[in-house]
Every structure is written in structure tokens, then in C-alpha cells.
């Protein structure tokens, strides 16, 4: 594995690097010197020392090619480099299917203050904050390179580092688990959840876009995606009065629904009926899912597993300090599972009995992280006469604690 961290000015590249190289063993790669861009030189060096392991030696490269001869051959080793300097040296890199681009970044005014401080450290006078940003403008979209800022659109990982202290930030690091192997060549689970992701963006449904794969001994039979049944007014054009009226919780109403489920439709095409009847294994589903105790029970009788897999995070991932760090374990999962519901589907709120479903729990436990995180005011209680909630959100949070 190879790991190229790029990005703007004090956004962290260097404290990521030291991190996989004090945590996880990665060796760093470097090109020589003089092949790094001016800019990027004058406003890090030498006012600044970049972060980097003293017991981890360097191997310096001539030229890009050098470095990508040098981790082919020993491609099974985890290596990183922070010398990602153009579009040139990605496209020099990209093509080999051990290389992952990371690329990050954090608000001016975050690395306006690292900067100030590491120049503070260093006793040395740190420039102005002019002088910083037409230093960052250079580095990011300096005509004669190309420039680093559209290499965020070619990353697999765009990070946005918040983080407020080191061990914020390797703790949110380790939360990523930035040297998952699937991240290169995804898992069998991986690869199909993809494919069902492929098929939901053809579903019309005014309520929710979902997908799935039929597989058999990892081929795959079918696919399926929900909608109106066919020769049936599509339901983004009206054909489904339940989705577009606009209102009503999930999983209330489906009787009116006219829509076929994406397991439905799947199962179909593979001309066969329902999941139960035929003798399906097991069901793995990515996103959470409203599912009442009757449908569980069905599901455990007959034998059916139930199976939840989240692929690791790719694209834009916001870095921020843990508000949950000193709960319990049950609460911190009730407590993911509720944002997960909020980042999905809005800001929709979630009962005690859905998350025991969900997290395959007794009802106390989710009753008592559910008390736990009240008393922190991470979630809102938002009926009395049920027991439903929603999160707060990170930012009012945060806000709660400094007043």
C-alpha cells in the first residue's frame, strides 16, 4: 500500500504521514528536494520544520518514476509520501492499484493559527496573514504545476481536519482506519454493496432511492431497484400518491404504497418470490432501514441472517474531535446509528424500538444509553408521549460546551 497525502498549507499532510508511520509502520517516500515547488519550500521551510519521524529513515527519489519503480517492486509494503507536488505525479501514480490519494484540508483560519504556532516553536517571526494566503493561493493554483486544488476532485479521501489537538486528530484517524485493504481492492460485501448503490440511482421513488443484488456463491443472479411496478405511471411523475404527498413517517401508510420494493423487483427479474420462501441466507443492507419486531421475528424464525456492512469512508470526510469518547459502548452505538439516520434521511427522529431492532439489543440497554446521552445533550427527546429522538447537532453541541 501507498498512501499520497496532498493538500493545502498546515491542513496536516505531515501529521498524518508521522501518524502512519508511528502508529502503523508506513516508511516514508520522498522525491529529492529541489523537485518540490518553491512555494511549498519558502512557506514551510525554514520557518517551519515538516513533521516526520527521527527514527524512520528517508528514501530520497530522483524522479517520480524512481519512486513508483521502488513501490511496485515492493508493493506489499507500507509506504506513504507527502511529495505530491502536481497532477503530473498523481498521474504517475494512480494507475497502480496499490496507490491511494488522500487529500486534505481545514479552514484558513485553523491553518492561519498552526502556522502562527509552529512558528512560535520554532522562534521564528511568521509572516503576515497576506503574505500566508497568497503563499497557500500559489500552492494550490500555481498555473505552471496545475496546481494541488484539483487534485481533491482525483482523491478517494477528502479530509477536512477540524481537529483540534494530535490526539484528536489520530483518534479520528483511527476511527477511519485509513489502512483498511478493501480501500484498494474492495471485499466481495464491498463490491456488491457498490453494484446495489449502481442500481439505486435508477429508482424513482419520490420517498428513497434503494438498491439490491441477488448473489449466489459471489455471482450475481439479479438486481433490483424500487419503483412502480412496470407500465405504471413512474412514481417521480405521480404514480405513487403515498411517496409525493409530501408527508408521513417511514414505514406508516405502506399499504397505499404502489412502489415495489428493490428486493422485490430483484427477486422478480430472478423469477422468483418472496425472501423467505426461496430459501435466502442472509440479507446484508448498508444504510439503516425501517424494519418493525414483526418483520425481525420473521426474519429469525426462517432462519434469514441479518447482516449490516458500511463500507469505509471515501470522499469528503469531516475530522472532528469525539463528542462520545466517554460513554458506554451501547451508547455510542445508539448514538451512531441516530446520525446515521440523520445523515441519510434527514432530520427524521428514532424510536427505542427501532434502535433494539437495529442493534440487535434488549430494550433496557437502549433505554439506559438513550437516558445517558440526554444527560450529555447529544440527543433530544422529541416527544413526550413516545419514546422518539433526533441528535443534536455537532456544531450546537460544541457550542453548549463552551458557553
Not at 440479507?283 to 449490516?308: C, H, P, W
Not at 466517554?326 to 427501532?354: C, H, I, L, P, W
Request: with cysteine; charged share 20%.
Amino acid at each position: 500500500m501507498l498512501i499520497g497525502i496532498c493538500g493545502s498549507i498546515c491542513a496536516g499532510k505531515h501529521s498524518v504521514q508521522d501518524y502512519l508511520i508511528e502508529r502503523h509502520g508506513f516508511e516514508p517516500l520522498d522525491l529529492v528536494p529541489n523537485s518540490a515547488p518553491a512555494v511549498e519550500t519558502s512557506a514551510l521551510q525554514p520557518l517551519v520544520h515538516k513533521g516526520q519521524s527521527s527514527t524512520t529513515p528517508r528514501q530520497p527519489f530522483a524522479s517520480v518514476n524512481d519512486l513508483v519503480d521502488f513501490a511496485t517492486q515492493n508493493w506489499q509494503q507500507r509506504c506513504c509520501t507527502t511529495s505530491i507536488h502536481d497532477e503530473a505525479t498523481v498521474e504517475a501514480l494512480c494507475h497502480r492499484p496499490f496507490f491511494l490519494l488522500l487529500h486534505i484540508d481545514a479552514p484558513l483560519s485553523t491553518r492561519w493559527q498552526r502556522f502562527k504556532t509552529r512558528c512560535t516553536s520554532t522562534s521564528t517571526t511568521p509572516r503576515t496573514l497576506e503574505q500566508f494566503v497568497q503563499a497557500n493561493d500559489a500552492h494550490l493554483y500555481n498555473p505552471s504545476t496545475g496546481g494541488l486544488a484539483t487534485l481533491a476532485s482525483r482523491a478517494q479521501i477528502n479530509l477536512l481536519n477540524s481537529t483540534t489537538s494530535l490526539r484528536n486528530l489520530h483518534s479520528a484517524l483511527d476511527a477511519l482506519n485509513l489502512t483498511d485493504e478493501s480501500r484498494l481492492r474492495p471485499t466481495w460485501d464491498h463490491y456488491f454493496m457498490t453494484l446495489a448503490s449502481l442500481a439505486a440511482r435508477r429508482s424513482n421513488c419520490m420517498r428513497r432511492q434503494v438498491g439490491c443484488v441477488l448473489v449466489r456463491a459471489n455471482r450475481v443472479i439479479a438486481t433490483g431497484y424500487n419503483g412502480t411496478p412496470r407500465h405504471i405511471t413512474n412514481c417521480n411523475a405521480g404514480g405513487c400518491p403515498r411517496c409525493n404527498d409530501g408527508g408521513g413517517r417511514s414505514g406508516v401508510g405502506l399499504s397505499t404504497c404502489l412502489c415495489l420494493h428493490a428486493e422485490e423487483n430483484a427477486l422478480l427479474e430472478a423469477g422468483r418470490e418472496r425472501i423467505v420462501q426461496v430459501g435466502i441466507a442472509e440479507v446484508v443492507f448498508n444504510r439503516s432501514y425501517y424494519m418493525d419486531a414483526e418483520t425481525a421475528k420473521i426474519f429469525g424464525e426462517a432462519g434469514v441472517q441479518l447482516r449490516q456492512f458500511s463500507p469505509p469512508k471515501e470522499g469528503l470526510v469531516n475530522l472532528v474531535d469525539e463528542p462520545v469518547a466517554n460513554v458506554s459502548k451501547t451508547a455510542k452505538a445508539v448514538y451512531k446509528v441516530m446520525v446515521s439516520q440523520f445523515e441519510t434521511n434527514g432530520a427524521r427522529d428514532v424510536t427505542e424500538t427501532v434502535l433494539t431492532v437495529k442493534l440487535f439489543l434488549e430494550p433496557a440497554p437502549i433505554h439506559e444509553a438513550c437516558v445517558e446521552l440526554r444527560k450529555l445533550g447529544l440527543i433530544v427527546k422529541t416527544s413526550e408521549r413516545l419514546d422518539w429522538y433526533v441528535p443534536v447537532p455537532l456544531g450546537t453541541w460544541r457550542e453548549r460546551q463552551e458557553e
